[in-house]
């Protein structure tokens, strides 16, 4: 038998394997960084409209504009979604649905606005590459959602 060699090309992609092990590992923390950064971001941006409910509907009658719905029931729906989507998200439970919803959100806020700077549009544009990550691969290995579909499906 002869003694079998590893070229060189075999040696860096057995650790490009090894390094991309690794980063695998970081999934799950990655994701829930996501998920509470986002979270945060829109769950104090629903604390703010609740503060002060008459400056709220002035701002979805003068700056947001949301079509087809009534500022009224715009500001309520929006708020809605901002305070009980990113606790979903940030759990991990109905993670998916919750970072779609958020998605949603953030999508009509951009709309909706008359005019956004170019800083609050990269910020935008930045969150929802994170919910569509987070809408896509789903909310993680360290989420409710991953613990309790197995014990649900089980019966």
């Given at each position: 038998m002869?003694?079998?060699?590893t070229?060189?090309?075999?040696k860096?992609l057995?650790?490009w394997?090894r390094?991309?092990a690794a980063l695998?590992?970081?999934?799950?923390?990655?994701?829930?960084?996501?998920?509470?950064?986002?979270?945060?971001v829109?769950?104090?941006?629903g604390?703010t409209k609740l503060r002060?409910?008459?400056i709220?509907?002035a701002?979805?009658?003068d700056e947001y504009?949301?079509?087809?719905?009534?500022p009224?029931?715009a500001?309520?729906?929006?708020t809605?979604?901002?305070l009980l989507?990113?606790v979903?998200?940030v759990l991990?439970?109905?993670?998916?649905?919750?970072?779609?919803g958020?998605f949603?959100?953030?999508?009509?806020a951009?709309?909706s606005?008359?005019?956004?700077a170019?800083a609050?549009?990269?910020?935008?544009?930045f969150w929802?590459?994170?919910l569509?990550?987070?809408?896509?691969?789903?909310p993680g290995?360290?989420?409710?959602?991953?613990?309790?579909?197995?014990?649900?499906?089980?019966?």
């Amino acid at each position: 038998m002869t003694p079998t060699t590893t070229s060189p090309l075999q040696k860096l992609l057995g650790l490009w394997q090894r390094f991309s092990a690794a980063l695998d590992l970081l999934q799950p923390a990655a994701a829930l960084a996501a998920r509470l950064y986002v979270g945060q971001v829109f769950f104090l941006s629903g604390l703010t409209k609740l503060r002060d409910w008459d400056i709220t509907v002035a701002l979805f009658t003068d700056e947001y504009r949301v079509p087809l719905l009534s500022p009224a029931l715009a500001a309520w729906l929006g708020t809605a979604g901002e305070l009980l989507l990113p606790v979903l998200l940030v759990l991990g439970l109905a993670g998916r649905f919750s970072a779609l919803g958020l998605f949603v959100v953030n999508a009509v806020a951009v709309i909706s606005l008359s005019e956004i700077a170019p800083a609050a549009l990269q910020q935008h544009m930045f969150w929802g590459a994170l919910l569509a990550g987070l809408a896509i691969y789903g909310p993680g290995a360290w989420s409710l959602d991953r613990w309790l579909a197995p014990r649900i499906l089980r019966g």
